[in-house]
């Protein structure tokens, strides 16, 4: 039986989880929040039917859920990493490989900081399953798949990272295909392009005082508007995969991902994509009316961990962006005043 410690509690971690468990795994969890826990877990699934897993052993101390661990995952918000990893790192097995379900927030970058050379790390380029917490600790939705995964792999020779990616086929029973580089995880046109484009769109003229009657869904009244943008914004992102040498088509273009041409093909399919639907945008309520939630991790996770470790290589390579570098000053400069 593989024993898999999941490290972090979200949406992910609930998904990934309980289905890992309900598949013959045992399956550990590190959280800041244990007692808010159940050992059983109840996940749904698109199928219509409801997965029952079992964790046994839930702990916000590492020393308890690590050590005897086959692989961990990590399922953590980008400002967390650097502190989960430093706090793992002593209780880890040599040569137990670390990775995360979502890599576009910094782990590369940290975990080869952090982590003994000895360590292998993999990260997702995309995330394996869209994740929705029903009750916190105790059930969650499974809401689409992916129909392929694609691993990045680092630390690990060519015969390490095929026995990763076959190990990360089996667990999510999945299709998983080997990255030539971390590059080609670690940097993404999904959150940190899609929910900053959308955000902007959103609230660009946003200022104090200005207050919404109601919150629109964030993907089903997507715009053409937000759509242009991103398209723009992606441009400037293939310009630096273009100065990284990352293989040509290993990262598709948004309009290729999403297979469209233009921005109104690009605004119907998002609109139209089923596991989307009834994703609101983060506001919160104020009195009778609503606010942009600068607290949610649209902004604390997609600005300062995605979309700026975009911002920085841009700028280290010398290429011109303007319209990164419009939707990032934009955001920064909103959590810098409100998120705190």
């Known amino acids: 039986m593989k024993r898999i410690c999941i490290c972090g509690g979200g949406n992910l971690g609930h998904v990934v989880a309980g289905f890992l468990a309900a598949n013959g795994c045992e399956v550990t969890l590190l959280t800041r929040h244990p007692e808010r826990w159940s050992h059983t877990l109840h996940i749904t699934t698109p199928e219509g039917t409801t997965l029952e897993g079992h964790l046994s052993t839930i702990s916000s101390t590492a020393s308890d859920v690590v050590p005897q661990a086959d692989m961990l995952l990590l399922a ?6 650097r502190s989960v990893l430093s706090e793992l790192r ?9 990775g995360s379900i979502v890599s576009s927030t910094g782990f590369f970058f940290e975990a080869m900081s952090l982590l003994p050379s000895t360590t292998p790390l993999f990260g997702f380029q995309r995330v394996p399953f869209i994740a ?20 990045a792999v680092e630390r690990a020779s060519r015969e390490d990272a095929n026995r990763i990616a076959s190990e990360i086929q089996q667990l999510f ?18 959150n940190p392009l899609l929910h900053t484009s959308r955000l902007y769109d959103l609230w660009h003229n ?19 508007n937000a759509s242009s943008l991103l398209i723009a914004m992606d441009a400037e992102f293939m310009q630096l995969l273009d100065k990284l040498h990352v293989t040509p088509g290993a990262i598709p273009t948004i309009l290729d991902y999403y297979e469209s041409t233009d921005a109104p093909s690009l605004t119907h399919k998002l609109q139209s994509i089923t596991a989307f639907k009834g994703i609101m945008s983060p506001m919160e309520k104020v009195g009778t009316t609503y606010i942009p939630d600068f607290h949610s991790r649209y902004f604390t996770e997609d600005f300062p961990y995605g979309l700026a470790i975009i911002h920085r290589l841009i700028h280290e390579h010398n290429i011109p962006a303007p319209h990164i570098d419009q939707v990032y000053d934009w955001g920064m400069n909103l959590i810098s005043r409100y998120s705190n």
Not at 132 to 151: D, I
């Open 76 to 81: 953590q918000p980008g400002f967390a990493i």
């Open 90 to 98: 002593d209780v880890l097995r040599p040569g137990i490989p670390v």
């Open 132 to 151: 929705r917490t029903e009750v916190y600790g105790h059930s969650a939705h499974l809401l689409g798949y992916k129909s392929s995964l694609n691993l």
């Open 173 to 190: 029973h999945c299709p998983t295909h080997l990255l030539a580089s971390h590059y080609e995880a670690s940097l993404t046109n999904s």
């Open 206 to 224: 946003w200022q104090e005082g200005i207050t919404y009657e109601s919150i629109p869904e964030f993907y089903s009244n997507w715009t053409d």
